[in-house]
C-alpha cells in the first residue's frame, strides 16, 4: 500500500521509522526519532472489527484513513501501549516541541491567538456586533450554560445567532416557524479550531453580502440560518490557553468523573472532560466510545450528562419539529424541513446518519445524494459516506440524535486534511482562505435545501 506522508501544523518528519511489535512480542525499545511531546502513529486497522477495537481501547484516533491504515495521535509512550493492546504500527510524523508561549493579542473583538484564530472573547463580540450593526437581520440567543459556568468556577454562556430578513415571529424558539432552518455549528470538539474560523466567516458573508448579494439576499429573506460558532467554550479555553502553542484539548471542562486524574504518567496525553459527541442520548454507549474518563472519547457517566449536549438537545427541539417515528427504520417524514451541519476536521468528507452502524439510515437515498452534491461542491479530493464505510462507527453523536430524534438531516463535514502545509487541528491561519473557499459553497448549497431537503 502507498506510504503517505502526514503532517500536522508546526510538524516535523520523523528521523527513524519503528514498528510496534505486537502483545506476545518482546517490549518495544524507545522511539528513536527526533524528540517531540506529540506523536502520529500509523496503525493497521481496517474497516470492521480491528478500527473498533482501536478505538474501544482509547486511543486518540483521528479522523483519517488511508486504506486500512488509522492514525493516533499520542506520546512517546503510545508506542508500548498499542503494542500491549496487540496493534503494530509506527510512527508517521512529530510535532515539534513547543515554543515559547505568546498569550493572546488584542482586545474584544479583535482578541487572537496562533496567528490570527479568534478567542472566545472575539466570536461573542462579534456577534453583539453583528446584531447591533445588523438589527433587522441578526439576533443572539442564549441557550444555556458551559459546564464550568454551572460550577460558578468561570465558563460560557453558550450562544447561537439567528440571521434572517426578519418579520413578526422570526426566530423564535418554536417549532413552528414560518421559515425553514439552516443550522451549523462549530468547534464541539475544541482543537478543530478551522471550524470556528468558517462559522465567522459564514456570518459575515450572510450579514454583509445581503442587500447586495442576490444569492445571500434571497437566502435571508426566506430561511432562518443559526449559527453556533463555538458549541464547547470550556474546551476551547483550554485550547487558546496556550496562546502560539495552543492545546490539542477534544472533549468538554467537566473534571469531576472518574476515579483518577488525567493526563496519567502511563498516557501523558490523556485528558479531562467529557467527549460531546459521545454523549448525546443516541446510540450512547456504542461502538466507538469508552467509559475510561481520560480517553478522548470518554462518553460521560450517563447519556446526556453534559449541559452543554442538554442545551443543544433543547435548541434542536425548540427550532424543528419531530417529523420521525420512534424506530430507527422509520422515515422521515418527506414533507421535513431544515438542515442541520457540524463542522469538524480533518479529513476532507461529508458524512451522514447513520454514524454508529453501517446499516444504512431509512432515508439513505436523498441524505446520500445531498452529501455527493457538497462533496463535489467541496472539490475531487472530497469524499461522502456514512463514517462506517470511510472510518469507523461510533455511538452517542449528534448525527444519529438530529436525524433520529427529529427527522431532520445531518451531515458532518470533516475540513481539511493531514497532508501538506495546512493540515491536521492546526493549520496556519493563512490556510483557512484555502478551506473557506470550499465550505462557502457548500454552506449555500445547505441552505437552499433546507425548505425541502428529502423532495428532491
Excluded at 458573508?205 to 458549541?231: C, F, M, N, R
Aim: hydrophobic fraction near 35%.
Amino acid at each position: 500500500m502507498k506510504q503517505r506522508r502526514l503532517s500536522l501544523a508546526l510538524a516535523g518528519a520523523a528521523s527513524v521509522v519503528f514498528l510496534v511489535g505486537t502483545s506476545t512480542a518482546a517490549p518495544p525499545q524507545p522511539v528513536a526519532v527526533q524528540e517531540g511531546p506529540t506523536y502520529v502513529y500509523r496503525v493497521p486497522a481496517p474497516l470492521g472489527e480491528k478500527a473498533q477495537d482501536l478505538l474501544a481501547r482509547g486511543f486518540d484516533v483521528l479522523e483519517q484513513r488511508d486504506g486500512d491504515d488509522l492514525f493516533v495521535l499520542g506520546s512517546k509512550t503510545t508506542h508500548t501501549r498499542l503494542a500491549e493492546a496487540g496493534f503494530t504500527g509506527q510512527v508517521e510524523s512529530v510535532m515539534a516541541p513547543p515554543s515559547a508561549e505568546l498569550k493572546t493579542r488584542g482586545y474584544g473583538i479583535t482578541e487572537t491567538y496562533y496567528g490570527g484564530y479568534r478567542t472566545i472573547r472575539a466570536h461573542y463580540a462579534h456577534l453583539d456586533q453583528v446584531a447591533l450593526r445588523h438589527a433587522r437581520l441578526a439576533t443572539v440567543v442564549d441557550y444555556g450554560d458551559s459546564w464550568r459556568k454551572t460550577q460558578g468556577a468561570g465558563g460560557h454562556d453558550l450562544k447561537a445567532i439567528c440571521i434572517t430578513r426578519k418579520g413578526p415571529g422570526d426566530c423564535r424558539l418554536t417549532p413552528t416557524a414560518k421559515k425553514p432552518r439552516m443550522f451549523v455549528s462549530a468547534q464541539i470538539h475544541a482543537r478543530e479550531i478551522t471550524t470556528g474560523d468558517m462559522a465567522w466567516r459564514w456570518i459575515d458573508h450572510l450579514t454583509q453580502g445581503y442587500g447586495k448579494d442576490a444569492e445571500v439576499t434571497s437566502l435571508l429573506d426566506s430561511t432562518e440560518v443559526w449559527v453556533v460558532p463555538i458549541a464547547n467554550p470550556d474546551g476551547v479555553r483550554i485550547v487558546q490557553s496556550g496562546g502560539d502553542s495552543p492545546k490539542l484539548q477534544r472533549k468538554n471542562g467537566n473534571y469531576t468523573n472518574g476515579p483518577r486524574e488525567c493526563p496519567t504518567t502511563e498516557d501523558p496525553n490523556a485528558q479531562i472532560g467529557v467527549d460531546v459527541n459521545r454523549n448525546f442520548d443516541a446510540q450512547w454507549g456504542d461502538n466507538g466510545t469508552s467509559a475510561d474518563p481520560c480517553h478522548q472519547v470518554y462518553r460521560g457517566p450517563k447519556a446526556d450528562s453534559e449541559v452543554e449536549t442538554r442545551a443543544l438537545e433543547k435548541l434542536f427541539r425548540g427550532l424543528f419539529p419531530d417529523t420521525r417515528g420512534p424506530g430507527l427504520t422509520d422515515p422521515a417524514d418527506p414533507k421535513t424541513r431544515g438542515m442541520v451541519i457540524t463542522m469538524h476536521s480533518a479529513l476532507n468528507v461529508v458524512l451522514l446518519p447513520w454514524g454508529y452502524t453501517t446499516t444504512p439510515s431509512p432515508d439513505d437515498g436523498p441524505l446520500r445524494a445531498m452529501a455527493r452534491d457538497m462533496a463535489g461542491l467541496a472539490g475531487a479530493d472530497w469524499r461522502y459516506g456514512q463514517p462506517g464505510e470511510l472510518l469507523y462507527t461510533a455511538g452517542g453523536s449528534i448525527d444519529d440524535w438530529v436525524y433520529g430524534e427529529l427527522g431532520v438531516p445531518h451531515y458532518t463535514w470533516e475540513i481539511g486534511n493531514w497532508q501538506g502545509d495546512c493540515a491536521g487541528f492546526l493549520p496556519a491561519y493563512s490556510c483557512q482562505d484555502g478551506h473557506w473557499a470550499k465550505v462557502r459553497p457548500m454552506l449555500t448549497y445547505a441552505t437552499k435545501k433546507a425548505a425541502n431537503p428529502y423532495g428532491g
